[in-house]
């Protein structure tokens, strides 16, 4: 091999071992500023509404021993599609003479946003339904105790929402 090629082949590896350890121009960190909003509102204007109402009238009338939990469904708009049937999946706890609380939850996602799995606790009771957009349901639990932990996961639809609150009463 003549000098002139050994001089070449040194120089090719010299570049090769210089572009190993060198940088090659890409990045592994970024730091941009995005512009974010968030808003933060009432129970009732959130993408899953919720409202509470609490019967104290149903302490005394509660004479059956038994605690329970029923659903009631109000229709979406005529533009809306339900393919939701009603699912009253709900569990029972004994009763201690508690009020009765009425949670009626509402989906104002965004048309065709179906939430699928909805699952509500409240103490010891839960139910699983589903709300297509625009839906209402209100769901009642029997012999709760005021202060009791309320708690709401709901997803379908590439989105997912969970609040926690307790039972109000006046």
């Not at 009238?57 to 509660?62: K, M, P």
């Not at 029923?70 to 229709?75: G, K, N, Q």
């Not at 708009?77 to 004994?94: E, F, I, K, L």
């Amino acid at each position: 091999m003549s000098a002139h090629h050994r001089f070449l082949v040194a120089a090719v590896a010299l570049l090769v071992a210089l572009s190993l350890v060198s940088a090659s121009g890409a990045f592994s960190a970024m730091t941009a500023d995005r512009p974010t909003e968030v808003a933060v509102v009432d129970d009732g204007d959130a993408y899953l509404s919720i409202e509470q109402t609490v019967d104290q009238s149903s302490v005394a009338d509660n004479s059956s021993g038994v605690g329970n939990s029923t659903s009631e469904t109000t229709a979406p708009p005529d533009d809306v599609a339900n393919d939701s049937a009603p699912a009253n999946n709900a569990t029972s706890a004994p009763a201690h003479g508690g009020p009765t609380l009425e949670l009626t939850l509402t989906n104002r996602f965004s048309p065709g946003v179906t939430l699928d799995n909805v699952e509500v606790r409240v103490g010891k009771q839960h139910e699983e339904i589903s709300l297509a957009a625009g839906e209402s349901r209100t769901l009642t639990f029997e012999s709760v105790e005021c202060g009791a932990d309320i708690t709401i996961t709901a997803s379908g639809s590439d989105v997912s929402t969970s609040l926690d609150r307790t039972v109000e009463c006046d």
